[in-house]
């Protein structure tokens, strides 16, 4: 039976785990459409979810990150970690490794470093503080290791199966179906002002309003958050008589995004139909 996923495989900053009972309640609402696009792939959970729940779809992922690299190369991961495991054992959960242990563990990611792909993202996620994303060895060598290793292999099978995968600028996918009225785009950019490190690049504000001219006259499903302020700015907009509010008689839901003990942050997601 083919496994349906409800949160990415691989640790993915700013997947939409949270959002996906509400994501599937308002696809359902999509009749008329053929194809679904997701513009900001990441994890390609979205994808994944809309495919399972909507297989007679089209299902277009932009993997802009090559996160299917990360998943190509699991066994590795899991092969890393199975070495990793031991050394951990004297450490109890949660604590610091100590140095000695720290020296071990790089020199056996240094070992695969020097023999092809390692995935810093996911290994990061058992090695360092939760918030923390690291990409590189010289990266995760800088920091500080906390045991917090998972305890069993990941786990990634299928979970690309029937997606049409492209990498490339959300701008040239956009010209591709923009005047395809059958398509319903996803569009989860990446965050403002939060901490983006683990993406491929920054996000500024104007690329955060470029977005905006993209969602009148098309159906889409919008991803933010209420660091961006984008809604109010649209809010903002609408009542000063400018373009006009593309979020207007969209609908809007929230979800509360625990980033630590300490932080956290509202995520929104827009439906217009
Ligand atoms: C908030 S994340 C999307 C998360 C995704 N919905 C999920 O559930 O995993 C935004 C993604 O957009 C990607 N991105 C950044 N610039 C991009 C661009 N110019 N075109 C397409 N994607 C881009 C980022 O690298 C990041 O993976």
Redesign the pocket.
Known sequence: MTKVYSS?PLP?Q????LFIKDFKEVLKRFNNITTVV?????????SHVTKRERPDLRVVY?D??YFCNRLANVATTNEILAQIRPILNVVAPNKKVPAELRAQILAIIAEYDNDGYVDYITLGSSLLFSGKWIKSFSELAKETMYNVIKRSDYEVTGYLDGLEIVH????E?FEQFRDDKDTLF?I????LSTDACS???Y?KLSDYLDILKLLVGIKYIY?TSNKSQVVELCEWIDANNCIGNPFKEAEMRTRQNMLNYHASFTDIMMVKE
């Open positions: 990415a993915f700013g997947q939409k785990r997701d513009l900001f792939g990441g994890s390609g959970l979205l932009n802009y990150d490339g600028d959300y701008k996918l996803l989860d950019p990446p965050y993406y491929e690049n996000w991803f």
